[in-house]
């Protein structure tokens, strides 16, 4: 993962910039978004596994609660299954798409 600034700096430019609008980025874009930051952090190394999510109190994704429960082994369980999921593809496509399983982060991208 390449080196990022440290939390200050992120702060002082959100200091000194005013927002006019208040209007939610459109959902799409937030998926495109976080699909490519996930593809970033995947290609820097494994991902946490589903077990440390959950175990942080993090909700998980229908497809990594199987995975979970799935006699696999940590390297499995460190992939990142919406990545393949019909929730990515809807998500980047459509402003509100139809997708509403608790858990997923895609779901949570959306606009309501
Ligand atoms: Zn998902």
């Not at 080196?3 to 209007?23: G, K, R, W």
């Not at 499995?76 to 990515?88: D, E, F, M």
Request: hydrophobic share 40%; glycine share 4%.
């Amino acid at each position: 993962m390449p080196n990022l600034p440290d939390d200050s700096f992120f702060e002082q430019i959100a200091d000194e910039v005013e927002l006019h609008d208040s209007t939610p980025a459109p959902a799409r874009l937030k998926a495109t978004v976080y699909s490519a930051l996930m593809l970033l952090e995947a290609a820097a190394g494994p991902l946490m596994s589903v077990n440390e999510v959950a175990a942080r109190g993090n909700k998980l994704c229908v497809f990594e609660q199987l995975v979970q429960i799935a006699p696999v082994g940590e390297t499995a369980k460190s992939l990142n299954y919406c990545r393949v999921c019909h929730a990515r593809v809807l998500a980047e496509h459509f402003e509100n798409p139809p997708i509403y399983w608790p858990g997923c982060p895609y779901v949570q991208l959306k606009n309501s």
